[in-house]
Structures are given as C-alpha cells and as structure tokens.
C-alpha cells in the first residue's frame, strides 16, 4: 500500500505542459474497435485507466501496444462479445465498449460498470438509446445481455440529460449504424467534439458535436492517427493548487475556453489569471485568497462537477464563506471529511458543501475514497503547514500519471511513501 507524503506550505513556482485528457482518450481508445484498420494514438498518457482499457482491448482480442507515446492497436480480426467482470467493475469507462461490441460482434455480455463512487451512476439512456436504434437489451442481476443480430439503424433520440457517457456511447453507434441518427439534448463538453473528430478522422460523418444537437450519418470507418484534446481538469487542478499555495505557474498546452469558468473564480478569489495565448495561461496568487460566496456545478459550459473538490480545496483557507452546490453526482464531496482532519471548518449536507475558511491548515493523515477528491486531498495537503500522508492512491493514478512528479516540477516537497501495514491496522482504515 502506498501514500503520497506532502510537506506543505511551499509556494509553488514553474511551467507544466499539459498532458491529454483521460475524458477523451478513454472513449476514443473504444471507438477504435468500430475499425478493422490500424489506429494510433498519439501522446497516451500513462494512466491507470488507459491501463484497464488496453486490459479490456486484449480480452476483446484487439490488443495495443504502447511503441514511448503512442498506443497503437488493430482489430482486425473477430471481436469478442464479453468483458470480464473485473474490468467492468474497475471503471465507469467500460461501458464505452458496449456499442462497439454491438456493432462488431452483434452482441455484448457484460456486468453494470464501476468507477468512483460518486452516488448512483445509471446508464439507462445508454440503453434507451441503443435500444431505439434496434438493440435488444436484457437485464438479469446485474449482468447485460445486449444483442444486434441485424445490426444498428439510424434514429432520432433526444436524451433527457445531456449525459457525457451517453452521448459518447450513442455517437459511437451511430458512426457504424445504417442511417442517419440525431442525437437531441447532447453533452456539449470538449470531449464529445473530440471523440467526432476521431470519428471524422476515421472517415466518420459527425456534424453539430459541441451543441446539444448531433447529426451522425453512419457508414464504414478506417483507420487513423490522432492527437487527442489536453487535459482541463489535470489545469485546473494546478490552477487551484498554485491559488491556495501562492506563486507563479505557467500552464502550457491548455485552450483557455474549457476552463474559462475556474479562471473567473479564481480571479474573484484574488489570484491574477492572464491567458498569453491560444493555449497558454499565467497565474499569479499569494495565497491569499477571499472567498466566494454561493456557486454551483453544472454541464458544460457551466463549472464542472470534477472541478468543484480541487476549489473547494483551495478556498478552505480563503477569508469569508464559500458554499458549493454540486448538481450532477449525489456523493461528490466524499473529501469534506479528510478535508476537516487538516483542520478545515466545513459543513456537508447532500449535495451543498460550506467552507468557512480558517487561517491555516495543518498536515494531517487523510484517504482519497475517489479520483478528483483525492486531487483536492494533495491540494489541500500542499497549501497545509507540516507533513501530510495521502492513502487511497489508487484513485488518483486514475486520472493523473504522476500526481507527485507533477508537483515536484513546481517545488513542492512531495513524493511517494510504502505505508506501513501495522501502521494501518492501528488507525483503523
Ligand atoms: N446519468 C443517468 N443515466 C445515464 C447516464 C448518466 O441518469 O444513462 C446521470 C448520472 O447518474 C449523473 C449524470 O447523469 O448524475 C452525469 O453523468 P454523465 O453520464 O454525464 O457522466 P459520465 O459519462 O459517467 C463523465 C466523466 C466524469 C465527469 C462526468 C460529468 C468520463 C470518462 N467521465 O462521466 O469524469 O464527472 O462526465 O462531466 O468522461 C472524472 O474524470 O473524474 C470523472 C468522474
């Protein structure tokens, strides 16, 4: 078991290059199965998730192989039709490979997927959605039996929430279905426009993806070499860190436009935000931030639900009251209870988080119990006076390659510790 160990309270100091977005390479690595031709990826972070995809690629008998920062990957040859309960519980992304399934075995065997346990996660509108485009789908237990013998048509389908998960799984489907499919009421995240990019680069029709409105006339797919969009959630969390800790970071290699919302409120806060250009953005904090007031997450464009714990950390030393609704997830602010060990003042009910910020945190043991909490935890941990442990790890290497090393290239004291297993017992974790 391991820890990340913090010593807090360094300002942070230096220039990051962003790393691609884990939201987009996980549903591309699955639209590449609508292909029986070769796909590369180019810059595929080393994460754990991009991990449990190329596990699920090889069970699916289309393994890639990473050649330094690209995967690449071939199915050429017949799909397979199950994915092992292990890697549907591992995380919420497995259920991208449903619709690719469909459209290349006829049929998929699969259990409900897994993820961070941010409250209740259906995919119904997953499966409405493929259903109307002729998919037969059955539930028993929790085990899915979704057949296409005939394969998938065309449809007109309005979603009742702009779901992400959803959007993505439908554009897939429909990219290989016979017709012409509109999706109504989609997700409008950079993700989903750049899963239709792929699509496109791979001979796809996708029109519209960034509105909540998609036309996707279906067809056959081939292969492709792609670049998939930076990481808006990885620069915001550096973005937060560098307010609560004060100094001066440049992000690289970050489109101003998806975090546009953290940098007006990280500028209300008191930090100075410039962007230099197209993909480059300059913050200046000294750490003294002013609270916020009322806010809440909401779908894209609005601010984003991943983002909402990595503020929340940095305003837990901001002068004044900062009350955060969350909109999307039921359990997004499992973090609020590690926060308080550190000293915090907070108060959790449901989905509304209130931080009456303090004058200093203080290092503390603490468990990251899901990806984006645990981001928040180091956050915290960071700006906090004395030595932090961070357990949990796990759940962090999701989403980030090396939270730690990213840190470090700023000045923080941060690095990866063996914990002790009598240790754990003791504390009861
Ligand atoms: N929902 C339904 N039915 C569905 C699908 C979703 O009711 O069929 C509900 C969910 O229960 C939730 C809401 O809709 O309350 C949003 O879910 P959505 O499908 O939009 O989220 P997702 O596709 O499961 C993606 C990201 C999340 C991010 C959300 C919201 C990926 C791999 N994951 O999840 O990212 O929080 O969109 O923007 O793209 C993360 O990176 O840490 C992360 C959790």
Same mark, same amino acid.
């Given at each position: 078991m391991e820890e990340i160990l913090v010593h807090g309270g360094r300002p942070l100091f230096g220039k990051l290059e962003m790393p691609t977005a884990k939201n987009s390479i996980l549903p591309i690595l699955a639209a590449a199965?609508? /292909? @029986?031709d070769a796909v590369c990826i180019h810059?595929?972070?080393?994460l754990q998730d991009v991990e449990t995809s190329m596990q699920l690629l090889a069970a699916l008998g289309c393994p890639a192989v990473r050649a330094g920062q690209d995967l690449l990957l071939s199915c050429d040859g017949p799909v397979g039709d199950t994915v092992p309960r292990p890697l549907m519980a591992a995380m919420r992304s497995s259920i991208y490979y449903l619709a690719p399934m469909l459209v290349r075995a006829g049929r998929a065997r699969l259990s409900f997927p897994g993820g961070c346990r941010l409250g209740a996660r259906p995919i119904d509108i997953h499966l409405e959605g493929l259903t109307a485009m002729g998919a037969r789908v059955t539930a028993r237990g929790d085990l899915l039996e979704c057949d296409a013998p005939h394969g998938l048509h065309g449809v007109r389908f309005h979603l009742r929430f702009p779901s992400v998960g959803a959007t993505e799984t439908l554009m897939m489907a429909a990219a290989a279905a016979r017709g012409e499919t509109v999706l109504t009421g989609a997700a409008r995240e950079p993700e989903i426009r750049d899963l239709a990019n792929f699509l496109n680069a791979c001979g796809g029709r996708v029109t519209?993806?960034?509105?909540s409105k998609i036309v996707i006339r279906g067809g056959r797919l081939h292969g492709c070499a792609y670049t998939p969009i930076p990481d808006r959630i990885t620069a915001q969390t550096v973005l937060c860190a560098g307010a609560a800790c004060g100094g001066e970071i440049l992000l690289e290699r970050v489109p101003f436009e998806p975090i546009r919302p953290m940098a007006r409120l990280l500028t209300q806060a008191g930090c100075r935000l410039r962007r230099l250009d197209h993909d480059r953005v300059e913050l200046v904090s000294d750490g003294r931030l002013t609270a916020l007031g009322t806010l809440s997450t909401g779908v894209y464009p609005a601010f984003a639900t991943d983002a909402g714990p990595l503020l929340a950390a940095a305003m837990l030393t901001a002068r004044g009251t900062t009350r955060l609704r969350e909109t999307?997830? /039921?359990? @997004?602010?499992?973090?609020a209870k590690e926060f308080a060990r550190m000293g915090a003042d907070l108060d959790c009910r449901g989905n509304l988080l209130s931080i009456r910020g303090v004058p200093a945190l203080r290092g503390a043991r603490v468990e990251a119990g899901d990806l984006r909490g645990g981001a928040a935890l180091v956050i915290a941990a960071l700006a906090a006076q004395g030595e932090s442990r961070i357990s949990g790890v796990e759940y962090i290497r999701r989403g980030y390659e090396d939270i730690g090393e990213m840190f470090g290239a700023l000045g923080a004291a941060i690095g990866r510790s063996a914990q002790p297993e009598r240790e754990t017992t003791a504390a009861g974790r």
């Open positions: 199965v609508l /292909t @029986r810059r595929a972070p080393f519209g993806a960034g509105s999307i997830f /039921t359990n @997004r602010f499992g973090c």
